[in-house]
């Protein structure tokens, strides 16, 4: 059977130093595509295959919540992997955040729970804890 194909429209949330993130059809999922310009970034690729795919053969339970009619992304984890003309995972698709999420390491510095408004006493901080 031969791999699905799918057309990323455009870059959704940018860009970072080790991949760019493309918009997919549909608006529920995005492309993580990483880097590979330099030999540095295609050695780096190189050992991240193995990773994807462990990844993928074990995957967390409940990555989406459904509340009602909407959904709320608890961890945005590998979904399929982006395979390159030669056979290599170049990347991975991965449900799209919410541009409101708060992101982890925010819980954990009391200026980022500041900045986002976020609650600074340790039971807030425990039942993120519990629930992770």
């Known amino acids: 059977m031969p791999p699905e194909s799918v057309i990323a429209t455009e ?3 940018g860009e970072g130093a080790m991949a760019k993130v493309y918009a997919l059809p549909g608006d529920t999922e995005v492309l993580k595509r990483f880097r590979d310009e330099t030999p540095e970034e295609a050695a780096r690729l190189a050992g991240l295959g193995p990773k994807i795919e ?3 053969a074990r995957p967390p339970q409940m990555q989406i919540h ?3 009619n909407r959904r709320f992304v608890q961890i945005a984890w590998p979904q399929r992997a982006v395979i390159d003309r030669k056979g290599g995972i170049v990347g991975f698709t991965m449900a799209r955040i919410s541009p409101d999420a708060v992101p982890m ?4 510095s009391k200026r980022n729970r500041e900045a986002r ?3 600074h006493d340790l039971t807030f901080r425990t039942y993120v804890a519990l629930h992770l």
């Open 11 to 13: 870059l959704a949330d």
């Open 54 to 56: 462990a990844m993928l």
């Open 66 to 68: 459904v509340q009602g």
């Open 105 to 108: 390491t925010a819980i954990f």
């Open 117 to 119: 408004g976020l609650r």
